[in-house]
């Protein structure tokens, strides 16, 4: 069993979800200062699906991340989790690339790798939150794409796989190659002991440039950024219940909301 | 460039009826075709879909596209993305939206990548730009932490619209439209991905996006048994339970009962936000909320700076007494 599992760098969602702000005239996100970069979450929900299938039956599992300047420390935990080996697609040409370049690098990567029984990303990045690299590449190497998955199941030479839909769960069978993206019900990406963090830094990482790759992603259809602003806050004048005890504000809770004809 | 023209709509049905997003698609679709002046026509896919054709044209649709096929009872992604790619390459519309459902956010890449174009998903407002008649498409990035409008040179120009945000389209009887039988041409083998089986979540009483009240909890909450008490609450107020992502990742409770981004956008009278930090992507999908009550024994936490009414303290002292209190004071 051969797997590929794709995963984007991203500014840590949870230290940078206070504190983000726009810069109209430049159109860019600032994340606060010394946010730092991590695999993004939903992308380790993806590798830890991937660690489950060889637990459970054996596989090589290749990890293939592109961007400008990769942190290398952050990647490499995917190694340390597991993974076999790492392909890092560095170049200034990568940076802030969007689905559509994004997809059709990793297709063509994927396409050089030729061998493969499932590839593997998160249902979408934490930060661009857009959820269409995986089935983009899916229909450009054109080969079955199921989405929002929480179990990954390969057996037989098919793959079953459960998804999350809004209403259930559905199951799914797929012929093989498939790729799959993942949601977070799958469940966190296990932690590394010391030891396999102290191993995984002697593992070599491939890294490799656009021009070698013979893809050219300055020449891709990209969609254009028109404006970027902040978004209108909901506007709140919170009103504290403040009591002796936890009960009594309770209870004055209830009072306040019942008065206010909330409730 | 061959010549892209109208506004297409894709109409999600659920259970035979069409959905309130369906409406809401229709009702911007509608305005996008007025804005660029062209006709708005609409797809129905399914094994019964025929009937809902007239509800679409009283929606403002000019022309139905019906395609009915026994392999597309269920959705199932290669069947319809390989059904939207005909009828796009017969149609030819500028533009097609539909919306931000299990359904569009699978669809709706596949099918932009199989057309070779781009697609915005999650967008919170759609207009035309006056000057270029392109589609201006704004959505939610970094968690919600700012807005992006795009457009794209390539067409169609495809979008999903978030639930809950567009203005639904009025249906009017007396509107007129066309209805036109479309022949799926579907070979079994296209479907190398097979539905095999749906297991629905029970639904025990109002459901989380119709609620007019929802009681919700997060990660404090601790575990399932927690939920029990939440549940008690929503029962005695007529309302739902909901959560935030982390007891539905730990399977406290069932996915669907997710709030948020990557859960259901919600936008009762009265959200109870209970040991619930409050992260941005939790808010996308509560803050329309017309009041929000937060219990949270962290005086920190950002839920606060969204709330109407606080209590810093521990929720398993407060609920309780929050809950007979009303209890007293409910008809």
Known sequence: ?263 | MAEYKGVMTYCEIVEGSLPSITYEVLGCGRKLADELGQELCTVLVGSDAENLAQEAIACGVDKVYVVEDPLLKEYQTDAYVSVMEKIIGQVMPQVLIMGQTSVGRDLVPMLAFRLDTIATLDCVDLAIDPDSKQLLQTKPVYGGNALATYTCDSYPQIATVRDKVMSPSEPDASRQGEVIAIDAGLEPSVIRARLLKKIKDEEDGIKLEDAQVIVSGGRGIGGAEGFNQLQELAVLLNGAVGASRPPCDNRWLAPSRQVGITGKIVSPDVYIAIALSGSIQHLSGCGQSKSIIAINKDPEASIFKYADFGVVGDWKKVLPAFKDKLKELLP
Do not use: W
Request: proline fraction near 6%; glycine fraction near 6%.
């Open chain 1, 1 to 263: 069993m051969r797997i590929i599992v794709c995963l984007k760098q991203v500014p840590d969602p949870t230290s940078s979800s206070s504190g983000t702000t726009v810069d109209t005239e430049a159109k860019r996100v600032i994340v606060p200062q010394g946010t730092p970069p991590v695999m993004n979450p939903y992308d380790e929900n993806a590798l830890e699906a991937a660690l489950l299938i060889k637990d459970a039956q054996g596989a090589t599992i290749t990890v293939i991340s592109a961007g400008k300047n990769l942190a290398k420390p952050v990647l490499r935990k995917s190694i340390a989790s597991g993974a076999d080996e790492l392909i890092l697609l560095d170049d200034a040409a990568f940076e802030n690339l969007d689905s559509y370049a994004t997809a059709h690098l990793l297709a063509a990567v994927i396409k050089e790798i030729g061998e493969y029984d499932l590839i593997l990303c998160g249902r979408q990045a934490s930060d661009t939150d857009a959820g269409q690299v995986g089935s983009g590449i899916a229909a450009i190497l054109k080969i079955p794409g199921i989405t929002a998955a929480c179990k990954v199941d390969p057996q037989n030479g098919k793959v079953m796989v459960e998804r999350v839909v809004s209403d259930g769960i559905e199951e799914v069978e797929s012929s093989m190659p498939a790729l799959i993206t993942v949601s977070s019900e799958l469940g966190e990406l296990r932690y590394p002991g010391v030891k396999e963090i102290m191993a995984a830094q002697r593992v070599p990482i491939t890294v490799r440039k656009a021009q070698e790759l013979g893809v050219d992603v300055s020449q891709m259809k990209k969609p254009n950024l028109v404006r970027l602003s902040s978004p209108p806050g909901r506007k709140a004048e919170c009103q504290f219940i403040e009591c002796e005890t936890p009960e009594e504000a309770g209870t004055d809770l209830a009072l306040k909301v019942k008065e206010a004809q909330i409730l």
